[in-house]
């Protein structure tokens, strides 16, 4: 059974979406870890998520708006990059 690491006090509604954050965040590695360019997974694990998550990891970054669509931005502008290949 996968544990769940949302904060206390956090909404049934809050709850679901942080869910889906998480996981949106986990593919969003997964994706970046098998870019062809070393450059830009450098650049995920420095800026974005950490090499290696944990599962708070990703929750954490869930639970907050601005950590969350920073990271976004930042998925979005490495898989534009003319280098990035799966």
């Known amino acids: 059974m996968q544990k769940i690491y949302i904060k206390k006090g956090i909404d049934t509604m809050n ?14 590695h997964n994706l970046i870890g098998h870019a062809n360019d070393e450059s830009i997974y450098d650049t995920w694990i420095i800026l974005g998520i ?11 970054v869930a639970e907050n ?13 490495l898989i ?3 280098g990035f290949r799966v």
């Open 15 to 28: 709850r679901v979406t942080v869910q889906y954050r998480a996981d949106q965040l986990k593919q969003m």
């Open 50 to 60: 950490p090499n290696e998550p944990q599962e708070e990891d990703f929750y954490s």
């Open 80 to 82: 534009s990059n003319p």
């Open 65 to 77: 708006d601005e950590d969350y669509n920073t990271i976004c931005d930042l998925f979005i502008k």
